[in-house]
């Protein structure tokens, strides 16, 4: 089976713009979760999708958001940028919702913002 | 404050040697303990997985253990190798299905 796949893999934007990165799931799994990666403060979770469904948020602004569309693959938004977002943005998917489910991760996003 | 820590931040080791990883956590209530290995601009990889139950899991040259009583985990690398170099990370499950993430351990191997 193919891995978790996330485009695009390295993304510039400045203050003030807004992006949207992709993910797409290991075929079968409809759970995807999203993380932000710095260095200074570790893997941070975002939210979590299950069967187009919000089920778990992190604690993050509104600024940021996601989807997940009926194929389970999934999309996170985050709107006016600011540099503290510059991070490695990951994906990680599994087959069902639960603590017993382990998460593959993709290789990540990694957004520059200016 | 974090409620998985992990120790120590970073470690440089001499390839062939061992190494021990730790991780002390405060979180409950506790469901299972994985560590993750993440290679250099790429995502984390599952190596371990350990319930309630269990005290010892090994992969390959990875061994964890857990002590649940205490709460402390360890990642022991045995032999260790060049392409062992990576973030550690423990992650610890709840049986509400949140996750608790250590900041990670930075191990480099020598040659």
């Known amino acids: 089976k193919a891995g978790v796949t996330q485009t695009p893999r390295y993304l510039i934007k400045t203050r003030g713009q807004q992006v949207t990165l992709s993910c797409s799931p290991i075929?079968?799994?409809?759970?995807v979760s999203w993380y932000q990666q710095t260095p200074g403060q570790g893997l941070q979770f975002l939210f979590e999708?299950?069967?187009?469904?919000?089920?778990n948020k992190g604690n993050f602004p509104g600024r940021f958001s996601g989807r997940q569309f009926s194929n389970s693959r999934s999309e996170m938004n985050v709107s006016t940028l600011e540099l503290g977002d510059s991070a490695l943005y990951l994906c990680?998917?599994?087959?069902?919702?639960?603590?017993?489910?382990?998460?593959?991760f993709g290789p990540g996003t990694r957004l520059l913002v200016l | 404050k974090n409620q998985v820590e992990q120790s120590p931040q970073s470690l440089i080791i001499l390839e062939g040697k061992n190494c021990t990883l730790q991780?002390?956590?405060?979180?409950?209530?506790?469901?299972?303990l994985r560590w993750y290995k993440q290679d250099t601009g790429r995502g984390p990889v599952s190596l371990t997985i350990?319930?309630?139950?269990?005290n010892t899991k090994s992969n390959g040259r990875y061994t964890a253990t857990l002590d649940a009583d205490t709460k402390q985990s360890s990642l022991h690398i045995t032999a260790s190798q060049l392409s062992d170099s990576a973030s550690y990370i423990c992650?610890?499950?709840?049986?509400?299905?949140?996750?608790?993430f250590g900041a990670g351990t930075r191990l480099t191997v020598k040659p």
């Open positions: 075929s079968g799994h409809r759970s």
């Open positions: 992650v610890v499950s709840l049986n509400n299905n949140d996750m608790r």
């Open positions: 990680a998917s599994r087959p069902q919702v639960g603590p017993q489910e382990t998460q593959y």
């Open positions: 999708y299950f069967s187009e469904t919000q089920r």
């Open positions: 991780c002390n956590y405060t979180v409950s209530p506790f469901s299972n």
């Open positions: 350990m319930t309630f139950s269990e």
